[in-house]
């Protein structure tokens, strides 16, 4: 099991979380500019296939949109949220 955290992917995945949900609360405002994003990594995103830290990027990429989907979630749909 901590062999599978240890690599990089997994490390993408994680330090991504904290990052998306801080500049998620920094731009709460921009929604629109957050939907976008999450649309662009809905259909695939941008992984740089050609540099040596692919595994790590697309971690990090799949780390971003997991937890945008989450907070988007919780903005729009949760408690004090546009629709809740």
């Known amino acids: ?35 976008i994003i999450w649309a662009a990594l809905t259909m695939g995103g941008i992984i740089p296939w050609w540099t040596k830290r692919m595994r790590f990027s697309f971690g990090f990429q799949w780390g971003v949109w997991f937890s945008l989907t989450i907070c988007l979630s919780v903005i729009i749909w949760g408690p004090w949220g546009i629709y809740g």
């Open 1 to 35: 099991m901590l062999e599978s955290i240890k690599s990089p992917a997994w490390k993408g995945f994680l330090i991504a979380i904290p990052f998306t949900v801080l500049a998620t609360v920094m731009l709460y405002k921009l929604l629109a500019v957050l939907l």
